[in-house]
């Protein structure tokens, strides 16, 4: 049996605040069953070198990182580590990854959007959070522009959201907490946007390896069961 | 006339949320107007190498940081930069020395208790909000090894906050919010214990100078107003 | 039509050229189309402390790099730098893990296998090159342990390789080289062991997002095409 | 009785020997009981680009230094760990405000003097020794400006100069050496102008607390005894 | 006698595969006994800011790095330690200096060529055979300049390459391979153009010291013995 | 003519000013014409990790600084920049392995000297007159391990200093200043010992190459001119 008596196949509660601050330009706080995480957007009136060369066009990017007390045993910090782990770089880059494939760049116009993930507490599924709640501040700060008139047409082309998955002990299992997935033999992050189609599926068997039927299941479920997710966000924006 | 119509000795609302993250041994959420801190205490049954080498005691040690979308314009993220800034490292070492300046280290028994203040919003008085908030981390820490039996004798000697003050415009202000701290012509961050005594007392005329009379002033305010930010403290551990 | 005429499903000429170099463990030159990478490995007589406290058992580990002039224009050193990029971080994990996936960690004993994947060439698919040359390094690294007597059975579960697929314009290109990678739509990196089972799946949509259609038209074709990969691999251990 | 028979409000020997070295624009060793901090002002006609897109006005900037071999044990070089301490950042950060806080920053036109302080050996009072000496390097570079006829009205409004003082077995001592230092309760660094106004107040009491009629007494003894600083400031000015 | 029974004079044997790889503008693999070193130049169409200031005249800077396996045991990557190693920097400034000392830089036109040596097998001799290489990699990108039309006068003086020699045991050898060199009492690396003039020269004596007289007898046998060197790179040009 | 009317074969004056800081176990001041490098030696009771694993003996390392005021401009200060410049690490490692040749390591004990050249104002021949002084703050250091009777047989076997030459417009000049240095054809650092044998020859060419005769030129004139330097030592400990 899963802590709190979940079925294997069912999420833990979403709860995503909209607005927690207010010094950016969109902001909300996503908690996942334990998982915390403040997830902001700042829009910047530049873009990034190399794309000014290019001309037209906007840019999304993201940062991740645990703060220190959001893991038990205690995580260095990494701005005294002086570096950033592989682990953080590689979680940031999926989550810029996954929020330029809901916008339409061209339309955003020559600024950029920083999405800052900080792991308030970590229970596992913090990239897919991040990923979820980071959607949220960014349609925020877009719709900032919206009202502002800097931007005329929505460049928000459908909603991003992730969930985790995988196999602990031969069962699949949805929505994995910390617990869960220390002991997965496989581990699955999958981004979706709202019309069904994937974004980014990261299937990973250090500990063990996986079948094509088994991945097949993983990819059947995760395209049911993150409705659930989408839901949350569309609470927010139907207000 | 100030934000909200404050008067000038008044101080802005403050709420503090204990417990507000759980995997580590002791947490508050401090929010002081618009600035919120969330302070960390995380037990670490080791002490640094100088101190193993003198024997016994402990150790109680802060970081301080800025999440980037805590400001506007957003703060670059310094485990991007690579370096943590010298007021990064200023506030943390201020925050450390204040929070064992109230706790009596040999009874602390061979431990670091790492004090984390993460400004989720910056309004001013980030570095006051970090110490009176870290003590409420630090003081559950603590209590989690008294109710453990780790320690026996409470080493905690006393209470310890912070309370801000400055001249703008030829005005003694109480509480400067950031929109009055950029224009102050004096700048002062005070810390005391409950006790009644003085800490820690800093204070700053990079846009002008004092008088000893004016510092006299800010002396006496702060001893008199800092009583309103120990009652916080006091109505949690009353509980 | 391709580059050098080849078919949809038709992968570059591969070449590996086993002990290149000879200083260390194992090596081999990995020649992919255009893409060189020189993979070697490097056996350490002891483990990670991490490890070292859980007691039995070995590790293998990777780092990759591009040689600054591997690519056009050219690379910065990272060493120049001061700090290795995420993408590299990105990839040198995923190869690590790869590796691990094919090994019997426990038999390996307490010693480390540092696997290094210095690209001399890029043109694409470096990092699947890198794990399908990196499994052969590791390889003879490993067969030196077995005939100096150092390890009695065999560690090696089954070859590992990597192989890269992606939509361009529409179609399923097998085994992308950097022209056609840096115009696909959706870009797919699989790893599988010799017995046809799935290590890591990473399928990205940057440009574009993927239906679970097009998904299954990946996974099935790298599981028939990667087969040409493999037998590359039994060549060399055949002899 | 305190080392070479000091009373307890009595300074040790100060002496400063301006032009000490001379490629840069001014300079000055000051030796203050056995400190020794060599103190350099280097003019550059740019501001930093914060303050350029602000328009007018100049810029003066403080870096301190130990010396590996000025303190026993050694100290680690800086340079060389790659990152300087938050001690180091906490000091220059003082020294810059302090002279900053003496002149006319608008009337020194749009470059920057950059003043290092270099201890080359240190026996306490470092800190207080570098603004007093920082500023008689800065003055000579405001005069070598004036001179040259690059300024036309002199910028500096008043001479800044520093001491400390601390209670040390409950006695107030005025400018602690280092064995003082180290076991002092309460330790205080003021930074004043020669009106008599206080630019910078810093007392800490790591080790105690204090009240505020001790606070009192530090302050009064404080701007009575630092005239005996500024007097060798006055020295090499009005020759 | 020495490895592979080489007498006091004789070179080890050298082969030089000029356009190894092809993304940059010159390149050539050099194998010198059993070191290998990988050497490439890459044009950049801009100079350093500094030269930038001055004017005319292009720059050639050089790089070099040992792969992490190219030693036994391996070496740690530069990288991810964060810093190059004073040797590194070492050698690379001096394979600049060199290979600048053999071209007029004034005709290169304000353009910079990198030279990147990467050392993919160590035994003794690395610097001298990267100068060696570096040179037809680099001589390589200037034809590529000329033929193009972009520069009209060849710039090139004259070719430039290095050699290494040292007493060992009372004995001056040759062509230091790694186990000699690791017990030599003098180490000598001298670099000269193909005109028989000096460009380098550097003799050390850690483990001992030199006379008048053995210094005179190095610098004759290498003015001899480097005629060997000169003629693999004729072979090269005068194809 | 030569600044201060100096011949080509004449040195600048030299000034050596022992024990000018006391914190550390040996220093000298060594005043080289306008060149000012202040040298301390400290004693540190334990080997580099490497050498303990070894057994016996000690070590001797130097470290190398340029303040930022010593040149003209100002120099950035590398501690603040992160990084040691290759320029520093070449001169360091100079004055490591110089003074290691004149001490016999296996009669130092299991301790190692760091010595630390400071440059306080440089005009040309900073690494020579670091490896002077050095010597100088070694030898008083190690006079004090003798006479505290932790050493037993003196471990000096002679004196070590340096000397610069150069080509300057054809005419072989001692002992450069920097603006000699600047324009300079061919430049040439020597270390000796006190017994006339030579430690280390670095000759370099950029800017020009120089014959098999120029060289022989300036090791006879350097092996002369050097005897000069040598007395600044011997006065310092004859006395």
């Not at 900032?144 to 909603?159: T, Y």
């Not at 019309?195 to 063990?208: C, D, H, K, L, Y």
């Amino acid at each position: 049996m899963r802590n709190g008596g979940r079925k294997s196949d069912e999420l833990r509660k979403i709860r995503i605040v909209p607005d927690y601050i207010r010094n950016c330009d969109g902001s909300a706080l996503i908690e996942w069953g334990n998982t915390k995480v403040l997830c902001a957007a700042s829009i910047e009136e530049k873009v990034p070198l190399w794309l000014e060369k290019e001309g037209e066009g906007g840019w999304i990017t993201a940062e991740y990182s645990l703060l220190p007390a959001s893991t038990n045993p205690r995580s260095q910090r990494e701005s005294s580590k002086g570096r950033q782990s592989g682990r953080t770089l590689e979680i940031q880059r999926l989550i810029g990854r996954s929020l330029r494939a809901g916008v339409d760049l061209n339309l955003l116009g020559q600024r950029t959007i920083w999405v800052d993930c900080d792991v308030l507490q970590a229970d596992g599924g913090t990239r897919v959070a991040s990923v979820t709640g980071g959607f949220v501040a960014m349609r925020l700060a877009v719709n900032k522009l919206i009202r502002s008139g800097k931007i005329r047409k929505d460049p928000v082309i459908s909603h991003v959201a992730g969930l985790s998955l995988g196999y602990v002990g031969g069962e699949l299992l949805v929505d994995l907490d910390y617990s869960e997935d220390s002991k997965a033999d496989v581990d699955c992050n999958i981004v979706m946007n709202s019309r069904g189609e994937f974004i980014e599926i990261q299937g990973t068997g250090e500990r063990g390896t996986f079948s094509k039927n088994e991945f097949d299941g993983i990819i059947a479920v995760a395209a049911e069961k993150i409705e659930n997710v989408f839901k949350y966000q569309f609470l927010i924006f139907e207000k």
